[in-house]
């Protein structure tokens, strides 16, 4: 009989993140990569998951770079149907990219419908679209896991930054329904929501530099003393990703030092 630990080896497993080429996706991949899966990295700059594939493979483990923008749901469809095609499997998929797209504070007053649709397709439509692709793949092919990454801006009010707060609100109901419509598949669905994780996104929003990283965790208040790092979120990922979560969907999970 294997070891509770043996449970969170994800062995075998080939795992698709997106936005994978830095920041939280770049964390989330390698710890995938570490707990045994091969990883397709999916992000608009090439150079970046170039360069994380580079990382995984000298970890021993397969990794894939594929140039992907997730607002195009025909690019989605390909990354999923390619990395099934080229890997041999696709047992998790990992919908982490996401952001702002000029990255200017606005009141919903000042917003320019552009935003607004960016926002929306970005952060809420493209998890849909990822979870679709993925999912009908998996539905023939012995199921898997479908992880998306949320915010806790999710669940509170974000005076400047409302459209991506509503998106990661959408993004927490969506992984609920979604849980429930793919169990009887076996898929499992699943979220991990961060708190405050200085990435290049959050800074230029903000207008901090890596500078001011230290002192962010007393500025925002953060009971554990300190902002989060991507290391932070991967080991929640591979638990989800692993056996060790199989009573698990429809659930989100919240790391942010205890906010």
């Known amino acids: 009989m294997s070891g509770v630990l043996d449970r969170f080896r994800l062995d075998g497993q080939v795992a698709v993140v997106t936005g ?19 990883v397709v990295l999916a992000a608009r700059r090439t150079n970046e998951v170039e360069a994380v594939a580079e990382k995984i493979r000298a970890l021993g483990r397969r990794a894939m770079a594929i140039t992907c923008d997730v607002m195009e749901i025909e690019q989605v469809q390909a990354l999923a149907e390619k990395a099934f095609a080229d890997m041999g499997a696709l047992t998790c998929w990992v919908s982490n ?3 702002a797209d000029d990255r200017v504070p606005r009141t919903f007053l000042e917003m320019p419908e552009r935003q607004w649709d960016f926002q929306l397709n970005l952060n ?17 092919n012995g199921g ?15 005076p400047h930054n409302g459209p991506y707060a509503v998106a990661k609100s959408g993004v927490n109901n969506l992984t609920q329904t979604l849980g429930v419509e793919m169990a009887p598949l076996g898929i499992r669905v699943n979220g991990v929501s961060p708190g405050p994780i200085p990435t290049e996104v ?20 953060v009971p554990l003393g300190r902002v989060g790092e991507p ?18 969907t429809g659930q989100t999970i919240v790391i942010n030092g205890g906010l």
Request: glycine share 16%; proline share 2%.
């Open 124 to 140: 809420l439509k493209a998890v849909w679209t990822g979870a679709q692709a993925a999912g009908n793949i998996m539905k023939d």
């Open 20 to 38: 994978g080429g830095r920041g939280i996706g770049e964390g989330i991949a390698l710890g995938l990569a570490e707990a045994g899966a091969d």
């Open 97 to 99: 990219a996401g952001g």
């Open 144 to 158: 898997g896991t479908i992880i998306n990454i949320s915010s806790q801006a999710a669940g509170r009010a974000s």
């Open 231 to 248: 290391e932070d979120i991967a080991p929640a990922v591979v638990y989800l990703a692993s056996d060790a979560s199989s009573w698990m």
């Open 202 to 221: 959050f800074l230029e929003f903000l207008k901090l530099s890596e500078e001011d990283i230290p002192k962010l965790g007393k500025q925002f208040g």
